[in-house]
């Protein structure tokens, strides 16, 4: 028979086989004894999910230059939900039900922004906001609805698209809708990611463990601690970005678009320094729900600790004394007379530092999220910071500018006199016959005057004549030296005011300048508008002998552990006023104010000595009612060796010499603690 393959052949295949075979066992041989893990890893990538968390870090704590903590920070929960997580669940509306119960019955509030009542009959919100309004708009036409559809259609509609059961009741309906709305409405515009609720319970925590709801997720955060009621507009609060913050700046830096930022006062001026760096965490669950594995990839790194330049007792003090001068003013003032705001700021004369700051009204930042609405309503605007933002005729504390601007220009010298008789009367042909105050009371004017008893007595008539001699030009360019019209430089959000010269007239009036404009001017009245933090360089720059600092509310940046100094502010010298040399006589004429002119009332037997001036600002609308003149006021201390400057604005606070109680207040609590002064148990500076 013939043979059709060589014994040979059939050798080397067989071993081939064999070989193969071998191969084949030795591999599923070490998969079971010693690679089991790998199996097993094949297996949860099919069967399981990994969601990837971002763990804040820790922001920086904000404290006052004495190392008192301000503003600090806790670990918080918080519950968010996963969209895709609860559709793959099999039933994501009774998972949203009874997450939504659970929280009403332990007291969580929960986020619902659905513009529509919580109850049959539906009707869209009576107060709904424009950003609702545009939300609604916008997810109307995603889903192809009349943009005019009813809030009872509306509900029938989501009904069917969310599928949620007939048997459900209507009102238990509702609630499912107002999260499905929420989360759907992350596809139809760019917004934060969904988080059910903020801050919850240990308690809630727990149950949310216990259950396993599939598709709801714990995550940790931070939330803000405030550790005093004060300096609220300096502090400033923290909240969610918005999609062009996010665009223009934050994607740069790094942040998640979820992340919590400044949105005022120092928390956003100092942002990047105090929000640290995010950390992430991977976790992975299986299809039931159950978590399998809990990574920190990235661990997070806490911000850094901000220490102010202001002291919280000195703020605190500010503050009351402001507010408790403005309510005995209004004791006795109908609601259209009674005063409306006002504003304080003290700086440290020998570096610019900024000691306190505060405007009136005032609010709680530690209740702002809950008070919202009724502040922004708040014809007084107690957001708003007057002392930075604010702007006002400086009255009579311009006179320095003046007094400056007449000593470079030759125009006058020390001994250099006026006889003040009471009217102006250069231009009485015009019918222009301006008239100094003491005219308006007593029927004659202050008599003979020099540039230091000038400013003691405030006499208009002296610096009429010396603003029709001089002119704008060298009145605005000494005004700009002093940095008024401009900003201070400090770190919070301020206006640049606004310089009266006869460009600025011609933008904002439309017309010519005249005669009349440099005598007005010269006194602080037209078209000056300065801001309380100008005001009060403005005369710590007096008090130096010239030098113009730029302002600072920050004092150093640490690290999160406090052990080393991150940032260290250095002091900036903006410039030395012109004709600096002048300016002991500007000093002598308000020594002379607190000891024998317009605020010796108060600061006449003060024991300490006090530089000062008084003004009041009169407008068109208040020349029937003195009363609603707003009061200004500014002075250093003490008098031959400065340490603090002061600016005060009241409006409607009738004049300086009405508010300048409140600067008493200020020195002494800031003089209580220095070396050498004796205080009495009121706390009251004694000589």
């Excluded at 939330?223 to 223009?248: C, F, P, Q």
């Excluded at 003060?606 to 500014?634: C, D, E, M, R, W």
């Amino acid at each position: 028979m013939q043979k059709y393959y060589k014994s040979s052949r059939i050798a080397v295949v067989a071993v081939l086989i064999l070989l193969v075979l071998g191969i084949y066992l030795a591999t599923l041989y070490k998969l079971q004894l010693f690679d089991k893990g790998g199996a097993e890893n094949a297996y949860l990538a099919r069967n399981t999910t990994k969601q990837t968390t971002i763990l804040t870090a820790a922001r920086g704590d904000i404290l006052d230059r004495n190392g008192i903590v301000l503003v600090s920070s806790r670990v918080s929960y918080n519950v968010s939900l996963s969209r895709d997580a609860l559709l793959d669940s099999g039933d994501p509306n009774k998972t949203i039900l009874d997450l939504i119960h659970a929280a009403i019955s332990n007291g969580i509030t929960y986020t619902d922004t659905f513009p529509v009542t919580a109850g049959a009959p539906f009707t869209y919100d009576s107060d709904m906001t424009k950003t609702q309004k545009d939300r609604l708009t916008a997810f109307l036409s995603y889903i192809k609805a009349d943009p005019n559809i009813s809030a009872s259609d509306l509900i029938v509609k989501l009904k069917e698209r969310y599928g949620i059961d007939y048997t459900t009741n209507i009102n238990d309906a509702r609630l499912v809708i107002g999260v499905r709305y929420e989360l759907e409405m992350r596809l139809v515009k760019s917004m934060n990611p969904y988080v059910f609720a903020y801050d919850v319970s240990v308690d809630f925590l727990s149950m949310i463990k216990e259950q396993k709801y599939p598709g709801v997720n714990i995550e940790t955060s931070s939330k803000r601690v405030y550790n005093t009621t004060y300096a609220a507009h300096l502090l400033g609060y923290i909240g969610l970005m918005d999609k062009e913050e996010y665009d223009s700046k934050y994607n740069t830096l790094g942040y998640s678009y979820s992340a919590m930022v400044g949105k005022s006062g120092a928390e956003f001026a100092f942002e990047q320094y105090l929000h640290g760096t995010d950390g992430k965490q991977v976790t992975t669950t299986s299809n039931n729900g159950t978590v399998l594995n809990v990574q920190t990839t990235k661990e997070p790194v806490p911000g850094n600790n901000v220490f102010l330049s202001i002291d919280i007792g000195l703020q605190a003090v500010c503050e009351d004394a402001l507010a408790a001068k403005i309510d005995l003013i209004n004791a006795d003032r109908t609601e259209e007379d009674r005063v409306t705001g006002g504003a304080v700021v003290v700086t440290d004369v020998k570096t610019g530092e900024v000691l306190a700051c505060a405007s009136y009204p005032s609010y709680d930042l530690s209740k702002l999220s809950d008070n919202i609405s009724d502040l922004l309503n708040n014809k007084t605007q107690p957001l708003y910071n007057r002392a930075t933002m604010g702007t006002y005729n400086p009255g009579s504390t311009f006179k320095m500018v003046t007094a400056l601007a007449g000593f470079k220009s030759g125009a006058i010298t020390p001994n250099t006199t006026i006889d003040d008789t009471g009217v102006y009367m250069k231009y009485a042909d015009t019918g222009f016959k301006p008239v100094c105050w003491i005219y308006t009371q007593e029927g004659h004017g202050h008599g003979p005057e020099t540039i230091v008893t000038a400013l003691r007595d405030s006499c208009n008539y002296f610096f009429y004549w010396l603003g029709d001699t001089i002119g704008i030009d060298a009145i605005s360019s000494t005004a700009s030296d002093f940095g008024l019209g401009a900003k201070t430089g400090i770190e919070l959000p301020e206006a640049a005011g606004t310089l009266a010269t006869p460009d600025t007239k011609k933008e904002i009036v439309g017309d010519d300048w005249y005669a009349a404009d440099n005598i007005i001017t010269a006194i602080g009245q037209d078209i000056n508008y300065f801001t309380p933090v100008q005001l009060s360089n403005y005369v710590a720059t007096i008090a130096n002998g010239g030098k113009h600092y730029n302002l600072t509310i920050l004092r150093s940046i640490r690290s999160a552990d406090f052990s080393q100094v991150v940032y260290q502010p250095q002091q900036k010298l903006i410039n030395t006023v012109s004709g600096s040399e002048y300016i002991g006589y500007l000093q002598q004429g308000m020594k002379l104010v607190a000891s024998s002119g317009t605020a010796k009332s108060v600061f006449q037997n003060y024991a300490i000595p006090v530089a000062a001036k008084t003004g009041t600002v009169q407008s068109s609308a208040t020349k029937k009612n003195a009363k609603l003149n707003n009061g200004i006021f500014v002075c250093y201390a003490p008098a031959d060796d400065p340490q603090i400057a002061i600016a005060l604005v009241v409006e409607k606070g009738t004049s300086g010499s009405t508010i300048m109680e409140i600067a008493k207040d200020i020195m002494t609590q800031y003089f209580k603690s220095q070396p050498g002064i004796t205080t009495a148990k009121d706390n009251t500076v004694l000589p």
